[in-house]
């Protein structure tokens, strides 16, 4: 596939447009969209996963730019392990909040079901990396179903993202699969739960 740099920097980009801050507030909208919610909807859909994106992100920043961690991608097992105590509590918090206002369940269910994947993944930390980039892309696409052309786009994608931190060495191919797997048992916990 190319040279090695060329390797490198598509799998850059696909990390990055894969990465779940991008992703999710974008499959949330389109899950809405394929289910014909309303314009509201929608909006606090993107507003709930956009904040949550935002919280992680400054949250990783402050802890690169105190020199807590060496990278945003919390590789680290200390770091990954602080950031999944960062971020399940977030995501419930946002799925609390939006039950809390009255917001369609299908909203608060998507948050808790990511909430319960970062919890897994906390979980197996001591026998693996599990990769929350492939989960979280396999789980949008999940929620996208039953548009066809939906799910076929961002599996597309989550396979690309799953290459992309093999070849970045983020994750080991075992890490991967499991991220993937958790992926799936969440589409498919949305599924019956949330529709």
Do not use: C, N
């Amino acid at each position: 596939m190319g040279t090695p740099a060329l390797r490198l920097q598509l799998a850059r980009l696909l990390s990055v447009a894969g990465h779940p801050a991008l992703l999710m507030p974008l499959a949330v909208v389109g899950s809405g969209w394929v289910h014909g919610a309303p314009a509201a909807v929608l909006q606090a859909g993107a507003a709930a996963s956009g904040a949550v994106a935002i919280g992680v992100g400054l949250y990783s920043l402050r802890k690169v730019r105190q020199g807590h961690w060496t990278h945003m991608d919390a590789s680290v097992p200390q770091e990954r392990g602080e950031l999944h105590r960062f971020l399940v509590p977030l995501l419930l918090g946002a799925a609390a909040l939006l039950a809390a206002t009255g917001q369609p369940l299908v909203l608060a269910t998507g948050l808790a079901l990511g909430a319960a994947m970062v919890g897994a993944a906390h979980g197996l930390r001591r026998w693996l990396k599990v990769s929350l980039h492939t989960g979280f892309g396999v789980f949008a696409a999940a929620l996208l179903w039953p548009s066809v052309a939906g799910v076929l786009a961002l599996a597309a994608l989550a396979l690309g993202v799953a290459w992309s931190r093999l070849v970045l060495g983020r994750h080991a191919p075992a890490e991967v699969l499991v991220g993937g797997g958790l992926g799936l048992l969440g589409g498919a916990a949305f599924q019956v739960l949330a529709l």
